[in-house]
């Protein structure tokens, strides 16, 4: 058992440092934070071949953008800056 864990804190550290992404989720389905941001999210959309997407969430209050790709979904919040060319400036959703 804590063979197990050991490689899970390593491999963690290692996602975080190579990545900079972090997984916070694992019991239903797996969530990655991305810290790289929209940039480095829209890259994973673009090797996975899918659509990112961006959401409010009301109970952070924050935008939020994600996507899944293979069982997983990455994520990572908006900042002011991204959301004014992203979103618009209006509430809701963008780029569906």
Same mark, same amino acid.
């Given at each position: 058992?804590?063979?197990?864990?050991? $490689?899970?804190? @390593?491999?963690?550290?290692?996602?975080?440092?190579? @990545?900079?992404?972090?997984?916070?989720? @694992?019991?239903?389905?797996?969530?990655?934070?991305?810290?790289?941001?929209?940039?480095?999210?829209?890259?994973? $959309?673009?090797?996975?071949?899918?659509?990112?997407?961006? /959401? %409010?969430?009301?109970? /952070?209050?924050?935008?939020? $953008?994600?996507?899944?790709?293979?069982?997983?979904? %990455?994520?990572? @919040?908006?900042?002011?800056?991204? /959301?004014?060319?992203?979103?618009?400036?209006?509430?809701?959703?963008?780029?569906?």
């Amino acid at each position: 058992m804590f063979e197990i864990i050991k $490689a899970i804190g @390593y491999l963690q550290k290692m996602l975080l440092k190579n @990545y900079r992404m972090k997984v916070y989720e @694992y019991e239903e389905e797996i969530e990655v934070l991305v810290y790289g941001g929209y940039e480095a999210l829209t890259e994973i $959309a673009e090797k996975a071949k899918e659509k990112v997407k961006v /959401i %409010f969430d009301d109970g /952070i209050g924050e935008h939020k $953008a994600f996507v899944k790709a293979d069982g997983i979904t %990455f994520y990572t @919040y908006l900042l002011s800056d991204e /959301i004014e060319k992203i979103v618009g400036g209006k509430d809701g959703t963008s780029n569906d």
